[in-house]
């Protein structure tokens, strides 16, 4: 028996969270791990436990429709450059790691003062 696309839905969402959680596990330094769509809405999201959000609601609204928007600008020019890995935006609190898989985003944000950044991003691209 096939699944109703409610129940594809909500397996996809497990999917997604399960994929949050281990991006957390990577190291105590990842502050949030997030999934967003082409239109910028959250899919699903965990902020590590203990750590407080720099933005409020309406901020993370802004930065995720902004983020969707540069994704979806991006996908036009792949065929000329080739696929978009992944973007870093380094700001003085925190380095956002940005990967799109299909039509989703990957949202993840790290403390600035991590030394191993770039060890952290091929584990993070093995779990997408």
């Known amino acids: 028996m096939s699944k109703t696309p409610e129940q594809r839905w909500k397996s996809a969402i497990i999917t997604y969270r399960k994929k949050c959680q281990k991006i957390l596990e990577i190291s105590k330094s990842i502050r949030y791990a997030g999934i967003i769509n082409e239109y910028g809405r959250t899919l699903t999201g965990i902020v590590r436990p203990g750590v407080i959000p720099l933005w409020n609601a309406e901020q993370v609204k802004n930065e995720f429709f902004i983020i969707s928007t540069l994704m979806t600008l991006r996908k036009s020019y792949a065929q000329k450059v080739g696929a978009l890995d992944f973007i870093t935006l380094q700001h003085q609190k925190v380095t956002i790691l940005v990967f799109q898989r299909k039509n989703i985003t990957f949202y993840v ?17 093995k779990i997408l």
């Open 109 to 125: 944000s790290i403390d600035s003062k991590v030394k191993n950044l770039e060890s952290l991003i091929p584990k993070i691209k």
